[in-house]
């Protein structure tokens, strides 16, 4: 299975409710990010969390980061209809030797709709 | 900034047809990375350039592919002969490596091989 698998694969919400998603990875990262992918678009990045951090915020972003259980969550609060989209998780791996391969491992994403 | 230009946005080609596609990173971004995404596989890495060196090509699915960056400012992306499998949208990317760690997209290049 691939490093970045997100969960669940589909969410659906309301306009003004929380959205959280959540990634598994399977080895050693320097840090790992959050894209987003408009329909037809590319991926623009979200925000970014290092192996040494928890918890980032950015605006209605929270990210948080548990080595330990290799895993990620995003959560966006207070969502709005242009918050629909799908949302990747990607890893920096960290080699043998500590430092980055210099390339992402992309996961399969979480396609999230907002209702207005 | 112009971002990271992709052309062409649209290829409709036939199959055994070779396909070129190309694009131009952020002016001083030394590294770069083009993808493919389909429904079944999501986004795989095909291969990436640093300082216009190939670094890692383990994901260039065979040897239909090719790339190339002949200079900071322009790669390309061939295929030749083109098959239907080959039908998904490429991405290309760029960063600064070990300076900027985040990824900037551009608009993809959606191919279908017919």
């Known amino acids: 299975s691939q490093q970045g698998e997100e969960d669940p694969q589909a969410l659906s919400i309301q306009e003004g409710e929380n959205a959280t998603m959540n990634c598994s990875y399977k080895?050693?990262?320097?840090?790992l990010q959050w894209y987003r992918q408009n329909s037809g678009r590319g991926l623009v990045h979200l925000i970014l969390i290092r192996s040494n951090e928890r918890e980032k915020h950015s605006g209605r972003l929270r990210v948080t980061l548990d080595t330990s259980k290799k895993s990620s969550s995003l959560l966006i609060t207070a969502s709005r209809a242009a918050d629909t989209a799908s949302y990747f998780c990607a890893t920096d791996e960290r080699n043998a030797g500590g430092t980055s391969y210099g390339k992402l491992t992309f996961g399969q994403g979480t396609i999230l709709t907002v209702h207005p | 900034d112009a971002g990271v230009i992709q052309s062409p946005r649209h290829e409709v080609t036939e199959m055994g047809q070779e396909v070129t596609l190309r694009c131009k990173p952020i002016?001083?971004?030394?590294?770069l990375f083009w993808y493919r995404q389909t429904m079944m596989r999501g986004l795989e890495l095909l291969i990436y350039?640093?300082?216009?060196?190939?670094?890692?090509d383990s994901g260039m699915p065979e040897d239909r592919f090719s790339a190339k960056m002949p200079n900071a400012s322009f790669s390309t992306l061939k295929i030749q002969p083109s098959e239907p499998r080959d039908s998904a949208v490429y991405f290309c990317a760029s960063n600064i490596a070990g300076l900027t760690d985040t990824q900037y997209f551009g608009p993809g290049t959606r191919l279908t091989v017919l």
């Open positions: 080895t050693s990262i320097n840090n």
């Open positions: 350039f640093n300082n216009n060196v190939p670094i890692d």
């Open positions: 002016s001083g971004h030394n590294s």
